[in-house]
């Protein structure tokens, strides 16, 4: 190779889990001996956040184009960029822009990526990233590696942590003006979703339930059980698309949310690869559930086999019990 | 308007078994249909035909077995359909595919559209749509939920995590859907009989000018070191009892882990 890639990189449009890549990318660059740094965009503002989160060095890309996320010109952007720079490691936010976008670029750059990525390892030589990524809906879990450089992988919101932010941590912010080809699609309008099926998607806990609840009244059993415990209320696919009990932003899967509670219960969710898909980055999963074989039970921490309108009143009277000692 | 739709055929995951003495994956005996979004894209592809005339062309790279899933196509109203099979595709990963697929693209010329699902349901990769339009040096449209098409021009609605955006943009070009833009049709019993009779071509990696570092292991920018069925990923635990002991013991696990607080 006439030159050695070097460094590791981040990227999201999203701060949050730009914060929480920096986190990882500080690891891999210690364990690497290289500089990490942050690719952000200048509408972004907040380069000194970036290194106060861990990054040595932000490229600050400035252009109106960048302002809002679109794929050609960020493609084209990050192109530039990483041609110049040569990183050894590229980390994009695992978000549905994000998975739109690394895949392009790493087309375009005629390297591999590895989407959706769980964990990093380095081999012996330091040379590759081993990268674990779940598929079968969980599964199968396969350690992969990019043959080629930059290593580019996505990383989902809420597998990674962000370091605590430190105000005296230094670091060099770099401005770079990229050449961008006018974009080929426009955004015409955006509308937002309901604010419900956005606070699911960041609930600390989650009470979802699926075709073991009866009867639509019978929600109220649910609906009770999440105000005790504190959580937002999510459903499997059939609640939302066949029966239309709850709003489709609601229902938690591969197709529809993606969530990563620190705790959730599935409350009569047989578990199809669907619904594990949505959910297999939340900390602690609970399942309730009358069929002792319900493949739920294989992807749950905590398992009640029995019915759910039973079980959720006692759980609740538990969890009462709980605030009253 | 002639469309391109990509088809990949999948194991049913229902039906996917783990074998916990070997850690793999059992997929035998389990039958194949068509991934989900990928049947949706196919829907799409015809109530375009039906609506602006024109032709659907489905395209599955994979073993002889996709056959199946193509004549499905034909029988939901695709017009023709390719299958590119061969051994050396065997290992290609969604560059190697991405390539395959854009060969076979170039041999078809005359198409201004290609849809796809956003992901295949055994992979969720995310990524084969994105190389191939890359590849074409095509626009792409990513997780449609509609599409309209009005001369060259398309509008399609998208579905983001927060939001949904309607984009403007031009043929030729990639879009990718989502499952809810449509209700796939079940094709009566007439059209599986006419599914059988309209054209079915298979192509290798000959027939398509394919060299052997562009396709298979070969080509492959990722290199998969190891695949493990997941056993005990998670803890469970199963709590016994009435339900008012489970839940006790439940509660008192979930405060020791840490996930659960007296309010």
């Excluded at chain 1, 861990?54 to 809002?68: E, K, N, W």
């Excluded at chain 2, 040096?137 to 949904?164: C, F, S």
Aim: proline share 4%; with cysteine.
């Amino acid at each position: 190779m006439a030159q050695e890639n070097r460094g590791v990189w981040i990227f999201s449009e999203l701060p949050s889990l730009a914060f929480e890549l920096l986190g990882k990318g500080r690891v891999l660059a210690d364990r690497l001996g290289a500089e990490l740094a942050a690719v952000s965009v200048e509408t972004d503002g907040g380069a000194e956040a970036y290194i106060q989160h861990g990054a040595d060095r932000v490229f600050l890309m400035s252009s109106p184009t960048l302002s809002t996320f679109q794929v050609d010109s960020y493609t084209d952007a990050m192109t530039a960029l990483v041609n110049e720079h040569r990183p050894d490691v590229l980390l994009i936010g695992g978000t549905r822009n994000g998975l739109e976008f690394a895949p392009r670029l790493a087309e375009r750059l005629k390297t591999g990526c590895i989407t959706e990525a769980t964990r990093f390892e380095l081999d012996a030589e330091k040379n590759f990233v081993l990268m674990e990524r779940i598929t079968y809906g969980g599964n199968l879990v396969e350690i992969q590696i990019s043959k080629s450089k930059p290593q580019i992988a996505t990383v989902a919101k809420g597998l990674c942590s962000p370091l605590p932010a430190d105000p005296s941590r230094k670091g060099e912010v770099e401005k770079v003006e990229p050449k961008i080809k006018p974009p080929t699609t426009n955004v015409l309008e955006t509308k937002q979703k309901s604010a419900k099926s956005v606070r699911l998607a960041d609930a600390p806990v989650i009470v979802a339930f699926g075709r073991g609840v009866r009867k639509k009244e019978d929600m109220a059993v649910i609906e009770e059980f999440a105000q005790t415990v504190g959580a937002a209320v999510g459903c499997s696919r059939p609640i939302a698309e066949d029966l239309h009990w709850l709003p489709e932003d609601q229902y938690v899967g591969l197709s529809g949310q993606k969530v990563s509670p620190k705790l959730y219960f599935a409350c009569g969710i047989s578990g199809q690869i669907q619904h594990l898909t949505g959910i297999r980055n939340s900390r602690i999963i609970v399942a309730i559930n009358n069929d002792p074989k319900a493949p739920i039970f294989e992807f749950s921490d905590y398992a009640v086999v029995g019915d759910l309108y039973q079980v959720i009143p006692a759980l609740a009277d538990a969890i009462k019990e709980l605030s009253r000692v | 308007m002639n469309v391109i739709v990509l088809v990949k055929q999948v194991f049913q995951s229902a039906d996917l078994k783990i074998d916990r003495s070997t850690k793999t994956l059992v997929t035998q005996g389990v039958s194949r249909v068509i991934s989900e979004t990928d049947k949706n894209a196919i829907e799409e592809a015809v109530r375009i035909k039906e609506k602006h005339g024109g032709k659907v062309t489905a395209v599955s790279m994979g073993p002889r077995e996709a056959k199946e899933a193509l004549r499905e196509a034909l029988a939901m109203g695709a017009d023709e359909a390719c299958l590119l099979a061969d051994s050396r595709f065997g290992g290609s990963d969604s560059h190697a595919t991405a390539n395959v697929l854009a060969a076979a693209l170039t041999k078809i010329i005359d198409y201004d559209l290609i849809l796809c699902g956003a992901y295949s349901e055994d992979l969720f990769s995310f990524q084969v749509g994105p190389r191939l339009a890359e590849i074409c040096n095509l626009p792409q449209i990513t997780y449609a939920t509609k599409i309209t098409l009005e001369g060259t021009k398309v509008i399609a609605e998208r579905d983001l995590e927060n939001e949904r955006q309607v984009v403007e943009g031009r043929l030729p070009c990639l879009i990718s859907v989502m499952r809810e833009i449509n209700e796939p049709r079940l094709p009566t019993l007439m059209a599986i009989m006419a599914a059988s009779k309209k054209p079915m071509n298979t192509w290798t990696a000959a027939d398509l000018g394919l060299g052997e570092d562009e396709l298979g292991f070969n080509g492959a920018l990722v290199e998969i070191l190891q695949s493990t069925a997941v056993v005990g990923g998670r803890k469970r635990i199963m709590l016994q009892g009435e339900p008012g002991e489970a839940a006790a013991e439940l509660v008192k696990a979930l405060v020791q882990e840490g996930v659960l607080k007296a309010s």
